[in-house]
């Protein structure tokens, strides 16, 4: 009988990385000369950030920082949706900045039509917010890696679970 390999494709996020990401992005803000005096604060939720700051370009500082703390600790910036600033109280503004965590319906399909059509012997199945690649033959697994790895997904994809 011979045996199948398999592996997952998914789409998270190593919270306490982003956790790190976000302290370090603090200290950046209160060191920093031209954002010291501006009471920028970052808010984590469960799935959400939320940069509070005094003008609109201050919070481009931010999401620069942000941004750059984050890929410095190997996590994708596919992870953060930035939403429209908005005016908060007293003339400051206001942004929400949703963590995409997890594949939808629609990349999914697009995933294993994309694995469908370039390899034969590999099946890919839709697993919640996961796909589940299978096959006889290790090189094939390989295969499909390399072909999902050469499109560009709109969400950050890693590889889990291969045996």
């Given at each position: 009988?011979a045996?199948?390999?398999?592996f997952?494709i998914?789409s998270e996020?190593?919270?306490?990385?982003?956790?790190?990401?976000?302290?370090?992005?603090?200290?950046?803000?209160?060191?920093r000369?031209?954002?010291k005096?501006?009471?920028?604060s970052i808010?984590m939720?469960?799935n959400?950030?939320?940069?509070?700051?005094?003008s609109?370009?201050t919070?481009?500082?931010v999401?620069s920082i942000?941004q750059?703390?984050?890929?410095?600790?190997?996590?994708?910036?596919?992870i953060f949706?930035?939403?429209?600033?908005?005016?908060a109280s007293g003339?400051?503004?206001r942004?929400?900045v949703?963590?995409?965590?997890g594949?939808?319906?629609?990349?999914?399909?697009?995933i294993?039509?994309l694995l469908r059509?370039?390899?034969?012997k590999?099946?890919?199945?839709?697993?919640?917010?996961?796909?589940?690649?299978?096959?006889?033959?290790?090189?094939?697994?390989?295969?499909?890696?390399?072909v999902?790895?050469?499109?560009?997904?709109?969400?950050a994809?890693?590889?889990?679970n291969?045996?």
């Amino acid at each position: 009988m011979a045996s199948t390999y398999s592996f997952d494709i998914v789409s998270e996020f190593d919270r306490q990385e982003l956790v790190n990401a976000i302290d370090q992005a603090r200290r950046e803000i209160t060191n920093r000369y031209d954002l010291k005096d501006s009471k920028t604060s970052i808010e984590m939720g469960e799935n959400t950030i939320t940069i509070e700051t005094d003008s609109n370009m201050t919070l481009q500082s931010v999401q620069s920082i942000l941004q750059t703390k984050a890929a410095k600790r190997n996590l994708s910036l596919k992870i953060f949706d930035f939403q429209k600033a908005e005016s908060a109280s007293g003339g400051r503004v206001r942004q929400e900045v949703h963590l995409k965590k997890g594949i939808d319906k629609e990349i999914a399909k697009d995933i294993t039509k994309l694995l469908r059509d370039n390899i034969k012997k590999a099946q890919a199945s839709i697993q919640g917010d996961a796909v589940r690649v299978s096959a006889k033959s290790k090189d094939d697994l390989q295969t499909a890696i390399q072909v999902v790895k050469s499109e560009d997904w709109p969400v950050a994809l890693q590889f889990t679970n291969y045996r």
